[in-house]
Nanobody, 124 residues
Framework: QVQLVESGGGLVQTGGSLRLSCTAS????????MGWFRQAPGKEREFVGA????????SYSDSVKGRFTISRDNAKNSVYLQMNNLKPEDTGVYYC?????????????????WGQGTQVTASS
Protein backbone atom coordinates (compact mmCIF):
# COMPACT_ATOMS: atom_id res chain seq x y z
CA GLN A 1 0.00 0.00 0.00
CA VAL A 2 1.22 3.47 -0.81
CA GLN A 3 0.47 6.49 1.37
CA LEU A 4 0.08 9.89 -0.29
CA VAL A 5 0.39 13.40 1.12
CA GLU A 6 -0.42 16.52 -0.93
CA SER A 7 0.91 20.00 -0.30
CA GLY A 8 1.18 23.37 -2.01
CA GLY A 9 -2.43 24.50 -2.10
CA GLY A 10 -3.49 28.02 -1.26
CA LEU A 11 -5.25 31.18 -2.34
CA VAL A 12 -4.23 32.80 -5.61
CA GLN A 13 -5.64 35.53 -7.83
CA THR A 14 -7.16 34.70 -11.18
CA GLY A 15 -4.36 34.29 -13.69
CA GLY A 16 -1.86 33.24 -11.05
CA SER A 17 0.05 29.99 -10.60
CA LEU A 18 0.47 27.29 -8.00
CA ARG A 19 2.51 24.09 -7.85
CA LEU A 20 1.08 21.15 -5.97
CA SER A 21 3.23 18.32 -4.71
CA CYS A 22 2.31 14.80 -3.69
CA THR A 23 4.82 12.66 -1.82
CA ALA A 24 4.44 8.91 -1.53
CA SER A 25 5.68 6.43 1.04
CA UNK A 26 5.21 2.79 1.89
CA UNK A 27 5.64 1.19 -1.48
CA UNK A 28 7.57 1.35 -4.75
CA UNK A 29 6.49 4.70 -6.13
CA UNK A 30 7.83 4.06 -9.61
CA UNK A 31 5.42 1.15 -10.08
CA UNK A 32 2.35 3.42 -9.87
CA UNK A 33 0.59 5.55 -12.40
CA MET A 34 -0.28 8.80 -10.63
CA GLY A 35 -3.35 10.94 -11.11
CA TRP A 36 -4.65 14.29 -9.95
CA PHE A 37 -8.35 14.86 -9.30
CA ARG A 38 -10.29 17.78 -7.87
CA GLN A 39 -13.60 18.32 -6.16
CA ALA A 40 -15.49 21.60 -5.98
CA PRO A 41 -18.17 22.16 -3.32
CA GLY A 42 -21.35 20.32 -4.21
CA LYS A 43 -19.79 18.61 -7.22
CA GLU A 44 -18.40 15.20 -8.04
CA ARG A 45 -14.68 14.55 -7.91
CA GLU A 46 -13.31 15.00 -11.42
CA PHE A 47 -10.20 14.00 -13.31
CA VAL A 48 -7.51 16.64 -13.84
CA GLY A 49 -4.57 14.71 -15.24
CA ALA A 50 -2.39 11.63 -14.91
CA UNK A 51 1.15 10.47 -15.61
CA UNK A 52 2.54 7.03 -16.37
CA UNK A 53 5.12 5.09 -14.35
CA UNK A 54 8.09 6.51 -16.20
CA UNK A 55 6.61 9.93 -16.83
CA UNK A 56 6.66 9.31 -20.55
CA UNK A 57 2.90 9.56 -21.00
CA UNK A 58 0.47 12.12 -19.66
CA SER A 59 -3.23 12.76 -20.00
CA TYR A 60 -5.28 15.84 -19.14
CA SER A 61 -8.88 16.87 -18.96
CA ASP A 62 -9.94 19.34 -21.64
CA SER A 63 -10.61 21.99 -19.01
CA VAL A 64 -6.96 22.18 -17.93
CA LYS A 65 -5.09 21.20 -21.09
CA GLY A 66 -2.50 23.81 -21.98
CA ARG A 67 -2.58 25.37 -18.50
CA PHE A 68 -1.64 22.50 -16.17
CA THR A 69 1.39 20.22 -16.35
CA ILE A 70 2.01 17.00 -14.47
CA SER A 71 5.53 15.74 -13.78
CA ARG A 72 7.12 13.24 -11.45
CA ASP A 73 10.47 12.54 -9.82
CA ASN A 74 10.69 8.86 -8.94
CA ALA A 75 13.94 9.42 -7.03
CA LYS A 76 12.02 11.72 -4.68
CA ASN A 77 8.81 9.62 -4.64
CA SER A 78 6.93 12.70 -5.76
CA VAL A 79 4.48 13.87 -8.39
CA TYR A 80 3.75 17.51 -9.16
CA LEU A 81 0.95 19.54 -10.69
CA GLN A 82 2.00 22.90 -12.09
CA MET A 83 -1.08 25.07 -12.51
CA ASN A 84 -0.85 28.26 -14.56
CA ASN A 85 -3.42 30.85 -15.54
CA LEU A 86 -5.75 29.73 -12.77
CA LYS A 87 -9.44 30.50 -13.07
CA PRO A 88 -12.19 30.67 -10.42
CA GLU A 89 -13.59 27.41 -11.79
CA ASP A 90 -10.33 25.67 -10.84
CA THR A 91 -11.21 26.15 -7.18
CA GLY A 92 -11.57 22.95 -5.18
CA VAL A 93 -9.81 20.33 -3.14
CA TYR A 94 -7.08 18.65 -5.17
CA TYR A 95 -6.25 15.00 -4.57
CA CYS A 96 -3.46 12.85 -5.83
CA UNK A 97 -4.11 9.17 -6.38
CA UNK A 98 -2.14 6.05 -7.25
CA UNK A 99 -3.01 3.31 -9.72
CA UNK A 100 -1.03 0.07 -9.84
CA UNK A 101 -1.34 -0.38 -13.59
CA UNK A 102 0.34 0.97 -16.65
CA UNK A 103 -0.86 4.05 -18.46
CA UNK A 104 -2.56 7.24 -17.31
CA UNK A 105 -6.30 6.88 -16.71
CA UNK A 106 -9.07 9.35 -16.10
CA UNK A 107 -11.35 6.89 -14.33
CA UNK A 108 -11.58 7.58 -10.59
CA UNK A 109 -12.55 3.97 -9.82
CA UNK A 110 -9.22 2.68 -11.14
CA UNK A 111 -7.25 4.48 -8.43
CA UNK A 112 -7.01 2.60 -5.13
CA UNK A 113 -4.92 4.95 -3.01
CA TRP A 114 -5.73 8.59 -2.28
CA GLY A 115 -4.22 11.47 -0.39
CA GLN A 116 -6.15 13.70 2.00
CA GLY A 117 -6.34 16.61 -0.44
CA THR A 118 -5.17 20.20 -0.52
CA GLN A 119 -7.37 23.26 -1.03
CA VAL A 120 -6.86 25.50 -4.06
CA THR A 121 -8.80 28.74 -4.34
CA ALA A 122 -8.55 31.01 -7.35
CA SER A 123 -10.25 34.28 -6.64
CA SER A 124 -11.11 37.13 -8.95
Amino acid sequence: QVQLVESGGGLVQTGGSLRLSCTASGSTFSSYTMGWFRQAPGKEREFVGAISWSGGRTSYSDSVKGRFTISRDNAKNSVYLQMNNLKPEDTGVYYCAARSAAGPSGYRSEYRNWGQGTQVTASS
